[in-house]
């Protein structure tokens, strides 16, 4: 898996493609996708597009997509993933993952609002998906299986069950959430973990974002950023890469595109993780409550992780 990826969610119509053609032109090899960002067919397109130049093949782009929670059904694993790889014009994925450990019904919509239609977390579910999941490897479908937003318990419940280690588990992961335990015990596991919104991401839908704090204003980062005549931007990026989660941050500018592949070549030394790591501010972004039943304890979704 390439360090850095570009993320495409919130990435809308008209332009995701040439945010995606224009990265894998200029050197990104991992694009983070997703069935349920509405999106695919156009990144698809966008791919044939770069690989009838001749210069970039199918083989060199690490592709993940992911399987939304309507579609964790035994059942519909398997038509699920036909249909992503229909719409990315690909006979394989680099990586699928479950992208929650939450389901909905198969008649809920795609983001239920105030629990409606949403089942929960059951391992006797997430073992039955993840059934449907390893038969994916088996047909060719998928080279590498991976789950998203798990938790410790959940991974040990899943492993309990599972013939195949998960690969990957792509979280929420940045300077103001570290995942030190987490990390620790997926890599006890040889589990990558794989950062999502490794910038904060400052456009989040959230109505209430005001409140939080915004890590491109870290004062620490800042400092470091100066050090090294850099932004605060390709720190955040830089530290996530030199503790191995490789890092998703999503881009449709091309100079944004451009700015975010330099992480690759900026060098933090020991002070600087140090100095990351002691930053007191500990915050999630992406808290999920929408995910949540009706008067269901907040605590089932992380299990009392930062």
Known sequence: MPL??????????????KAVKF???????HLDCAWVYENEAEIGESLHEVFKEGKVKREEIFITS??????H??????PTCQETLKNLQTDYLDLYLIHLPITFRKDAALRPS???????????????????MEQLVEKGLCKSIGISNFS????????????????????ESHPYLSQLELKKYCDSKG?????????????????????DPIILNDSVLKKIADKHKTTVALVALAWGIKRGTPVLPKAVSENHIKDNLEALHLKLDEDDMKAVESIGIRHRYFKMHSMLRPNEDPQNLWDGEE
Not at 73 to 78: C, F
Not at 118 to 130: C, D, F, K, P, V
Not at 154 to 162: D, M, R, S
Request: glycine share 10%.
């Open 152 to 171: 410790v318990k959940k991974i040990q419940t899943l492993l309990e069950t599972a013939k195949i280690v998960p690969a990957c588990n792509q979280v």
């Open 114 to 132: 105030a629990g409606e239609g949403i089942l929960g977390y059951s391992h006797e579910r997430m073992a039955q998906t993840w059934q449907a």
């Open 191 to 211: 589990i990558v973990i794989a950062a999502y919104s490794p910038l904060g991401s400052p456009d989040r839908p959230y109505p209430d974002k005001e409140a």
């Open 4 to 17: 850095i990826g570009l993320g495409t969610w919130k990435s809308t119509k008209g332009e995701v493609g």
């Open 23 to 29: 990265a894998v032109r200029c050197g990104f090899r």
């Open 73 to 78: 059904a035994p059942e519909d694993v398997l």
């Open 66 to 71: 992911k399987l939304w929670c309507n579609r």
